[in-house]
């Protein structure tokens, strides 16, 4: 990690853009002294923000667009008018090799539909999938797909394990990740044909990962695997569904330590291990999800979210691009292809 | 409910049977005073226990019989063998109109299987549909399909409306439940074929519900919905992912507590409030997973859990008799068929 590695910043997309931009671009700097920067957006209110931060500016390049994709548009009108939009710039320079990654806090839909059809999906690759780390109660998970593909054949999810195990070695350090199929039990013949079959196929691969078999909904907080394959109908049902719980955990905890003078005082005596507590929810510490099998990486920060979150996402980008993940994918795709030849030409069938 | 009402209980089903069975029931019937109990299993077990509650046993009947489905029998198997067992033997009071209800804390894939080829399907139901209540921000909702059909058509999703309408009202006392199907965004063109067509339908049925339309994960608990609709595959992981999460929460939050001697202290002070706060998500308050669209209702008791779960499932299994479910979800049915026969005739299509 000592060259430089270049990040395209989508400088207008989010709630608290440009400000979370310019924030928390500041604060990945001091973790990533070889981290320079490319802000595409209005210089006009990128550049006196810019100066509030001199090292920063040292690594950073402004490159100025009017336009802006606004969370309100559709995906199909980004892709035809938002080219040249602050995040339709940022891909471009993934595209073009000019940045090594884009992290936007734009629109989802626009950012996934442009940045599909502008770096096109990698070879062996036939759906992107939309990837994030998730806290368990042992180490973060990597779970995927969130919501890119609502329907995924066998193979599809084959091609997520493959993924997802080179982001969890990339971006959490696993060396060899151990990948669970979400089901509706753990025994073989559970779950509907695709998640069986490609059990099967996971079964007979001997790629960068350990196959751990199925996992149910409750084994991703037990975090008994690294990564965690579904498609992406049930796992954005089932992250939003975790997100929800824990939201309703907090406000219920809240009310108990509102409820009497009592338990305000014994909140005010454990606030320090409640802080430690909340921050290992802290969704920003969770922040940047990840748009995988493109010929480019491309992180999506939350929109809502403050410097720190976008921090975090950029420090998501600099970890992938750092460790090669795309070229590590295709590296990892080559032995599969193999492995599905070898079995269906001993099976002599194919799906 | 003045009328007597008569309760099937598998008196051996369940890791702490019989005597959470005994017990629960006891708890049950000071609840209940117009139930009465047929219990079935080992006599020598289940009289001595049963004297022990004088008032329980006057209005309780024990079958005797020696065999009983283990928790390691394979539904199949049940199926075969089954009849003449505890579990089999109370599903068989339901068949036969001497029970209205049956509560088993068995074998969940043995319970199923032999209710459905015991009790066959309602008319106007393809598939019955494992349903339960589940705790939210606001008041409880109902959730179903909770892994009894890994694939759903829009057909059954719909079903599983006109089913799960009718439980929020007999069990939660929900005048015109708000009833939303599961999705991955709230727009219309979001989520898979079945889940959209279902949708169209919903929308044009004026039945005994409102229908309100997609809701995503973090919907659930929210409580903006009375009733949650979706396929058992992601309906399985999702009330999973919620247990899963929601322990996850528990455990941090008894870690941040144990962290020093201030925050036990202010554990201590607050343990009042915290009760409480437990006492909400207690899982036992949610006891009872139904079984729906069967002719005869079945409750199905967690394996594991003590007297007080049981009473909770069988006070779930009273509210569903004494209310006639069953009787009032066909003729929902019935309305819901002629608003399909006027759609397909209006549209010139079926599906």
Known sequence: MTDQLTIALDGMGGDNAPDAVIEGADIARQRFPNARFLIFG????????????????????VRHTDEIVSSEDKPAQAVRRGRGSSMGLAIQAVRSGEAAVVVSGGNTGALM?????????????????????????????????????????????????????????AVLGRSRPKVGLLNVGVEELKGNDAVRSAGEKLKNMHGAFEFGGFVEGDGIAKGEMDVIVTDGFT??????????????????????????????????????ALARFRERLDPRGYNGGVFLGLNGLVVKSHGGTDEHGFASAVAVAVRMAAEDLSGRIQEDLKVFGDVEGAESARQGVGE
């Open 42 to 61: 209005d210089s006009l209110q990128l550049q006196p923000r810019l100066a509030a931060f001199p090292e920063l500016q040292a690594v950073s390049e």
């Open 113 to 169: 539909g442009m940045a599909k059809i502008m770096l096109k999906t990698m070879t062996g690759i036939d759906r992107p999938a939309l990837v994030s780390t998730v806290p368990t109660l042992g180490e973060d998970v990597v779970m995927l797909d969130l919501g890119a593909n609502v329907e995924c054949t066998s193979d599809n999810l084959v091609q997520f394990a493959v993924m997802g195990a080179e982001f969890a070695r």
């Open 235 to 272: 796992g954005n049902i089932a992250i939003k569904t975790a997100e929800g719980t824990a939201r309703m955990f907090g406000a219920f905890l809240a009310h108990a330590f509102r409820s009497s003078l009592f338990s305000r005082l014994g909140y005010l005596i454990s606030r320090r």
